[in-house]
């Protein structure tokens, strides 16, 4: 691929991509890095040259190219080239561009005067990297690995990576190795970052130009939030991206169906991988997403769902009554939902407790694929309560031969209104003037549905 053709291939990318972006990177600086491994084996024969020359030439061309695209800088980076490599030195890695707008006469030059020389130490290199790039929150930091070596002074790329991109530091590097074994140099770099070999030249240039294209465009993407039948046919659904690398929130948006009911298209950045939370009761999580640049990605999720319709007969004296809903056999609550309206959730099994007195617990409450499950309570009674402030009052519940308490009674108001379920309750209660238990009393009443019921103590 020769120079003009390449730069027509890249700019042909952008101007796509920024054709089609809704959330794009478009006043987001890119800070590309390319991090450049000068060892002596890099002087291996590759096609007609050797493996230098060739990253010479191509990375050239790139730099040249980007400096058309706005809101993007470069830096170079380059280790093993300082030292022989019988000195072995592992620290032997130099910041040699450093990011700046329209560095690139610079970076070329300084490309041209390096040569190889030494040791692999590409650890070394990624730690140190990490204060190469700017203080900008905003940015998107990514880095170029170009080697054709592993590890030579045991340390642990993968783990170093992932702590830059758990940081923040920077986003999922991109390894290119060259020449090399690729299984071999993919064990050793794919849990690094997103790994590609190059065999020979015209590989090296087909690799660098997708890179690019992934760290300036984004990737479209549909969420199909799938039904019982495995349809997606579910929406209308809050969803919330996180980079999974680093926790940070991405996006938060409601799914939405397109004019055709299709899910509609998001566009993503390929570099990211992602957390996805269907915001469902209860939420469906997928985790480590990664987008595959280039075509259009489809991210399923099962969230078939029914509804949950909380109903009071009758005439109601509740001011506002919820219920907590658990999945089944759960103690997690997952709702607190209001009575006379309707929820959806995730179809299953749930366990209810009406937040009424005495509370009203329901287990294995089945809610179905498009279909409303109604759970329905007796309509309740009001207890109009005199008391006298030197009382103790507890209010009681005969349940299976147990007394089961309900409520006890604030003997600092004298007049006192509470609304009970329908049901025979036992009023226990005493003086608390009185020492003796002898003085303790009760008092049985029964509460009907929309009946007040006198009670004085």
Not at 62 to 75: A, F, Q, S, Y
Not at 96 to 111: A, D, I, M, W
Not at 291 to 304: D, F, K, S
């Amino acid at each position: 691929m020769k120079k003009g053709t390449l730069l027509l291939f890249i700019l042909c990318l952008f101007n796509l991509a920024q054709s089609q972006m809704i959330n794009g990177f478009k006043g987001k600086k890119t800070r590309i890095l390319f991090l450049l491994d000068g060892s002596g084996s890099m002087l291996a024969e590759m096609d007609q040259s050797n493996r230098w020359s060739v990253a010479v030439t191509l990375m050239s061309q790139i730099v040249d190219t980007l400096r058309t695209i706005p809101d993007v800088e470069v830096g170079l980076r380059v280790f093993g080239h300082n030292q022989p490599n019988d000195r072995r030195d592992c620290n032997d890695t130099k910041l040699e561009v450093p990011f700046s707008p329209y560095n690139h006469k610079q970076f070329v030059g300084r490309l041209r005067q390096i040569k190889p020389l030494g040791f692999t130490s590409i650890t070394q290199s990624l730690l140190a990297s990490a204060k190469d790039f700017p203080e900008d929150k905003n940015a998107r930091n990514v880095i170029i690995i170009i080697t054709d070596g592993v590890e030579e002074c045991g340390g642990d790329p993968c783990k170093v990576s992932e702590q830059l991109q758990k940081k923040g530091i920077i986003l999922r590097p991109f390894i290119i190795g060259l020449g090399t074994d690729a299984e071999v140099f993919r064990k050793a770099y794919s849990c690094a970052g997103r790994y590609y070999n190059a065999e020979n030249a015209g590989e090296f240039q087909k690799i660098i130009g997708v890179i690019i294209n992934q760290a300036l465009n984004n990737t479209t993407v549909q969420i199909n939030l799938l039904d019982a039948q495995g349809m997606p046919r579910e929406t209308d659904v809050p969803i919330t991206l996180y980079d999974a690398d680093n926790g940070v929130l991405l996006e938060n948006f409601v799914h939405t169906m397109n004019g055709k009911g299709i899910p509609d298209t998001l566009y993503l950045d390929p570099i990211r991988r992602y957390r996805v939370v269907a915001h469902t009761l209860p939420p469906v999580t997928l985790n480590n997403f990664e987008v595959v640049p280039g075509r259009h990605n489809t991210i399923p999720l099962n969230t078939p769902q029914g509804n949950l319709y909380f109903k009071i007969g009758g005439t109601t004296g509740y001011g506002r009554l919820l219920a907590i809903v658990r999945k089944g056999g759960e103690m997690e609550t997952i709702n607190a939902q209001d009575f006379n309206t309707v929820k959806r959730y995730l179809t299953g099994g749930y366990d209810i407790e009406v937040l009424s007195i005495p509370r009203i617990k329901f287990s294995n409450i089945s809610v179905r694929q498009n279909q409303t499950t109604t759970v329905e309570i007796p309509s309740p009674g009001m207890v109009q309560l005199s008391i006298n402030r030197d009382v103790t009052a507890a209010v009681f519940q005969k349940i299976d031969n147990k007394m089961v308490w309900v409520m006890d009674f604030n003997s600092s108001q004298p007049k006192q209104v509470h609304v009970l379920q329908p049901g025979d309750y036992t009023i226990v209660y005493r003086p608390k003037s009185e020492t003796r238990t002898l003085y303790t009393k009760k008092k049985e009443i029964k509460v009907q549905s929309g009946i007040n019921t006198q009670v004085s103590l």
